[in-house]
């Protein structure tokens, strides 16, 4: 089968190439920047010469002429941005592009089409497990608003039938971040302040690999719409801070903070970034609903489809907080 991915620099993308190539499909990539693109895949040992490397852009609908010479579609591109000048960016990319792309997809008859949704697509929770048939929300950052309405289009697809897949990762983490993203600044702004955040509830942990694994093994075509929350570990603040203590060898303080007391300092900042037009501040009221009201996701149906081979939450930031030491992002 062959398979155009969008999204490779990133890094989710890039660990989807990885997988689609060893489990031989012939896999091609749309990339602004082939150079860029074949340094992400080559630093994950990616055999260049087994990847058709495509130079274009979401944005400019580049891949408009490449669609036909695929079977199917993994969607991964998208932009995270808390940067207010970013917002129309972000629109055009996570919620216009994407449906355009989408749309196409199906259109042409490629089956699967593989979008990377979001659980923050259906956040708050509506009880004590997030599912993947939960309403979408109506959530207050503008990247989150991005991915919710990016999930409305997509489950607009579905409902017609189209072979359109649903994929929601919880927080991913891993080693061999090209970007470094949020997660893994967490976690290394932790360690290397010697302080992490202890508060009410917890996070889950999406391993890329396990991630990237899954979307490869999705990759049948017959099956129809569906929808699957990633396989996702919940880890409580004290049990990220005790497990990153352990792995970096450094004490770590516990700044601890009532779940209500942060809640009410990020709907104070929400307040104060409409009234005066300021950057999105760090400590939303979104971000702190996150952070205290994060609840497990009913991933069965994913383990099931791993197996054994699921790497989980642990072995995650081991590899995660090694791989971050040994690129110097964490001090020692």
């Not at 190539?21 to 010469?49: E, I």
């Not at 699921?310 to 090694?322: E, F, N, P």
Request: hydrophobic share 45%.
């Amino acid at each position: 089968m062959k398979v155009l991915v969008t999204g490779a620099t990133g890094f989710i993308g890039s660990h989807i190439v990885d997988q689609a190539v060893n489990a031989g499909y012939q896999v091609g990539v749309l990339a602004r920047n082939p150079d860029k693109q074949r340094s992400v895949l080559a630093k994950l040992g990616v055999d260049l010469d087994s990847v058709n490397v495509h130079q274009g852009d979401v944005l400019d609908a580049d891949w408009a002429s490449l669609l036909p010479g695929y079977e199917a579609l993994i969607h991964s591109a998208g932009m995270m941005s808390k940067n207010m000048a970013d917002a129309n960016k972000l629109w055009a990319l996570n919620v216009t592009a994407s449906d355009l792309l989408l749309k196409s997809a199906v259109d042409l008859g490629l089956d699967p089409v593989i979008h990377l949704s979001s659980f923050m697509a259906m956040f708050p929770p509506q009880g004590d497990v997030i599912k993947a048939d939960d309403p979408v929300k109506e959530p207050d950052s503008m990247y989150a608003k991005t991915k919710a309405q990016a999930e409305r289009d997509a489950r607009a697809l579905q409902a017609t039938g189209a072979p359109v897949v649903c994929v929601y990762p919880a927080s991913v983490n891993g080693p061999q971040d090209p970007t470094v993203g949020s997660g893994q600044e967490f976690i290394a702004n932790g360690i290397n302040e010697g302080k992490m955040l202890v508060t009410e509830g917890g996070l889950t942990f999406t391993d890329v690999r396990d991630l990237a694994l899954l979307v490869t093994r999705l990759l049948e075509p017959g099956k129809g719409p569906r929808r699957i929350m990633s396989t996702a570990d919940y880890l409580t603040h004290q049990q990220i801070l005790d497990l990153m203590s352990e792995l970096s060898g450094k004490e770590i303080a516990a700044v601890r903070m009532p779940g209500w007391l942060m809640r009410m300092i990020g709907r104070i900042a929400d307040i104060k970034q409409k009234l005066f037009r300021g950057p999105t501040p760090e400590l939303t009221y979104e971000t702190a609903m996150v952070l205290t009201k994060c609840v497990p996701q009913a991933d069965a149906e994913a383990r099931a489809i791993l197996g054994n081979d699921i790497i989980g939450a642990d072995q995650c930031l081991r590899d995660m907080v090694r791989w971050m030491i040994e690129q110097g992002i964490i001090k020692r």
